[in-house]
């Protein structure tokens, strides 16, 4: 009865919502099947090629959305025109700030992706009635606030090897969701963004991708196409336990 009851509830979910990775693994894991057909009359599939802008910062944000493929890179910048990436986000992420009038940063996709859009207004209905989403979207925010400050340690205590390990670590462990085996990859951020995001240079960028290659921690094809023989070595090299 149990598993009957179960088939019935799922097959009231809306087709394009039963495969999505970021129903299960993010916010809309949430919603019942009701709830996702409201949000999924009002939401929209978009592919996007890499480097087009999702928000600028400080624009208006009407709109929400849920990565469902590939990396979308998030800059802060300065007053005086100086920028810095101050974070990455995957599939099934969640971008966006509920209830907040204006983007903090821009989004940019450093990847080819594919993302659910959906109005603010209705998220945030949803959100006011639904105590489940609304724990994970916080739960989402305390996931986010926690890889911040591991990332200040990367950047405040690791030496140049650690840094560019940690951020190799990092994408293969987060890249693509469907893929077991994350040891395989194309690097989403150009040299000189990996750079920028690690506070380093990008001829110390270049020296560390060739050190790591040299000790057979990782192996480089065509330049970002990257191979790890052993994850459990690479996370070794990034200083993490």
């Known amino acids: 009865m149990d598993m009957q009851r179960k088939d019935i509830h799922s097959s009231e979910i809306p ?18 099947p009701e ?11 978009k592919r996007l090629v890499a480097g087009t802008e999702v928000v600028g910062q400080g624009e208006d944000m009407g709109a929400f959305a849920n ?39 821009s ?13 603010r207004q209705m998220l945030e209905r949803l959100v006011g009635r639904t105590p489940d989403l609304e724990h994970k979207l ?24 650690e840094k560019v390990a940690s951020f190799l670590f990092l994408i293969a462990t987060h890249y693509d969701p469907e893929t077991v085996d994350g040891s395989v990859f194309d690097l989403p951020l150009s040299r000189a963004d990996i750079a920028d995001f690690l506070g380093l240079t990008i001829e110390t960028v270049s020296r560390q991708f060739t050190r790591l290659r040299k000790d057979g921690v990782i192996q480089i094809e065509n330049n970002r196409h990257v ?4 994850i459990e070595r690479l996370q070794h090299s990034a200083g993490i336990d």
């Open 227 to 230: 191979i790890v023989p052993d």
């Open 15 to 32: 087709v394009v919502c039963r495969a999505c990775e970021a129903r299960h693994g993010g916010v809309c894991g949430a919603l019942s």
């Open 107 to 119: 989004a940019e996709t450093a990847t080819d992706a594919e993302i659910c859009t959906f109005p």
């Open 67 to 105: 990565i469902m493929r590939g990396v979308v890179k998030l800059t802060r910048m300065m007053p005086d025109g100086r920028q810095q990436i101050v974070g990455l986000q995957f599939a099934p992420d969640f971008l966006g700030r509920p209830f907040a009038e204006e983007s903090p940063h």
């Open 35 to 45: 709830q996702l057909v409201e949000l999924s009359k009002h939401s929209t599939r």
């Open 138 to 161: 916080y739960q989402q925010s305390l996931k986010e606030l926690d890889e911040a400050r591991d990332w200040m340690l990367t950047l405040g205590r690791k030496n140049a090897q």
